[in-house]
């Protein structure tokens, strides 16, 4: 791991001026292509102290050995050479979208001196028009059956074509009219050519010339009585307007746009494009990737823009283009997308109308392509075997941990301190036997002692139930166990939501609670917390399950006695494995954790007095407003209440004198301090 100051260039010698930057590691390799306004400024951020950056960034900078820039003249040059340098070097601390298939495009290869309609994938090529893409390559044949009845283009491979040529006879689509035959010279290569631009100005969206040039032709056939010719016009019409129907309208003044929307999560990011061409959803097509680099939502939407149209033209880039959150630049940005096409470009965020209403339903696609993503990763058989090898490895454990258990600690300013624990199994989460704990052993705000507490407590109930089962192989009892099932140790246990704390047996007929031990015990922290862990288990005697711990910071994995942490590299699935585990124990704490405060917050100081029940509280706080009130009345003045006799009121009295008053509620809009509301729960 290199330290940044070791290669932070000297005062004075970074140019104030737009430029584009590479980290290198020490083998040489690009991990990191930038851009900036000021290479000065921009540069001087990665080598602040390493507790101030960003965990990823931090990550970068310490694989980082060298640094290097290149000036330019403007910031739309340096966009452009960010996006080359991005291609060329394939950084991996750059964010990259990659398509998880490879989409199909109609095409026209216009390259060609008879024009070809087919389907295409992979790159793109010079002098070939595209349409889409699409989901499915069947759609594109089944637009293509129906337009060729209109545009009769040639359709066939060049085989074809030289082997129709050479024998003088058209294929079947010449014979049925699908293909003017260029093969055989029934049209000649300009007429051909012709047509191939209509069938492309008709794919673009300029439907309406055409379909209003064969109604007349149809009027006109009917009134000279050629009745067989305005019927296949008829046809014609219909078979244009099956094709159009096919792709809605969605936007009503015939836009040309693309819409890009997000979904993402602290890891990955999904991103999905909507192409409107003539009002109508032409194409769609998604990305997903991993969050390799500290980029917000204005960034993952620049690089989407640069790797969606870095090598696009022409007509390839729409008008407009709209996005949830503008980039950082959005001006140079701008500029550069207009370069790309030729004339003005608009990019902005939709704000009303049919456009906003469109860019929702883009963002409900991406967020169902990152839920799809991350339950095919997560439900994948093959995927889960190899992120529990990988920790294996890792962890240089003697075999896979087909269970894992991992607890974290969670609290407000040292207030109701809580754990939880979840378990997952072959990779995937066994809810029925996740558990909550409550910190009783001592008072205050002390992560590491919370996650000794934790630890001893769940291991305990283990040795415990290992014994009332009757498992142990020598008869003995380790030390802390001493013997009951039920030790006051173990109060604090919650069980999980939906789960009765009696119930004996899981849905397998397996025995619940802490009966099974896990292969791996992961920890949400660093050092400090990992060494409580296994400082409890080895004062319980247990020395055959493996603790770990991930640190949130670098994403780093800890074990018990190293100075170094493991770093899994981040396309790791193990890593996923790891995190997926860490994030759910985290979720888990975090809502009993706010579920406790949600109560204390209700509770009142009137709780405590025997005898009051909630119908006279609710009288109490009705008479005198609000508990501060209340506080301040006399005994005599509590007993005018309606169903209060003295003795209660002298209850009520001396609870109020001995509760410390409630910091006053402040409106977190206005700064007010409002009175006391008096909530009684």
Sequence with gaps: MADPSSYRPKPGQIPDSPGVYKFRDEHRRVIYVGKAKSLRQRLANYFQPLASLHPRTATMVTTAASVEWTVVSTEVEALQLEYSWIKEFDPRFNVKYRDDKSYPYLAVTLNEEYPRVQVMRGHKKKGVRYFGPYAHAWAIRETVDLMLRVFPVRTCSAGVFRNA???????????????????????????????????????????????????????????EMEYEKAARLRDDIEALRRAMEKNAVVLADATDADLIALAEDELEAAVQIFHVRGGRVRGQRGWVTDKVEAVDTAGLVEHALQQLYGEESGDAVPKE?????????????????????????????????????????????????????????????????????????????????????????SHLQGEDVVASMVVFEDGLPRKSEYRRFQIKGFE???????????????????????????????????????????????????????????????????????????????????????????????????????????????????????????????????????????????????????SKRSKRVRTSPLDDVRGLGETRKQALIKHFGSVKRLRQATIEQICEVPGMGRKTAEAVAVALAQAAPAAPAVNTATGEIMEDGGSTG
């Design 321 to 409: 283009v709209l996005v949830p959150a503008l980039p950082e630049d959005a001006e140079s940005v701008g500029q550069w997308l207009s370069g790309r096409r030729g004339s003005q470009v608009s990019l902005r965020v939709p704000q009303r109308g049919d456009k906003k209403d469109l860019m929702a339903t883009v963002a409900r696609n991406a967020q169902q392509a990152l839920v799809l993503h991350k339950t095919k990763r997560a439900s994948d058989l093959t995927t889960r075997s190899r992120a529990l090898e990988e920790i294996a490895e890792a962890l240089d454990l003697d075999s896979a941990p087909l269970r894992i258990e991992c607890f974290d600690i």
């Design 165 to 223: 040529a050479s024998a003088g006879r058209p294929c079947l689509l010449g014979y049925i009219g699908k293909c003017s035959a260029p093969c055989v010279g029934r049209v000649d290569p300009e007429e051909h050519r012709e047509l191939a631009e209509e069938f492309c100005d008709f794919m673009a969206g300029r439907t309406g010339t055409y379909i209003r040039r064969l109604e007349k032709q149809m009027t006109a056939a009917a009134e």
């Design 444 to 594: 205050g705000q002390d992560d590491v002692r919370s996650m000794h507490e934790v630890i001893s407590r769940r291991f305990k109930r283990y040795l415990a139930e290992k014994e009332r089962t009757g498992e142990w192989v020598d008869g003995e009892v380790p030390a802390g166990v001493d013997g009951s099932p039920e030790e006051p140790a173990l109060s604090g246990e919650v069980p999980a939501p939906g789960e009765s704390p009696g119930e004996g047996r899981d849905e397998d007929g397996r025995p619940k609670r802490f009966a099974y031990p896990p292969q791996l015990v992961v920890v949400d922290g660093g050092q400090p917390q990992v060494a409580a862990a296994r400082r409890a288990l080895d004062e319980l005697g247990i020395d055959d399950i493996a603790v770990c711990g991930l640190a949130k910071r670098l994403e780093e994995v800890w074990l018990p006695g190293d100075d170094d942490p493991v770093v899994l590299p981040r396309s790791s699935e193990g890593l996923y494995l790891l995190q997926r585990v860490r994030d759910t124990a985290h979720d888990f704490a975090i809502r009993y954790q706010r």
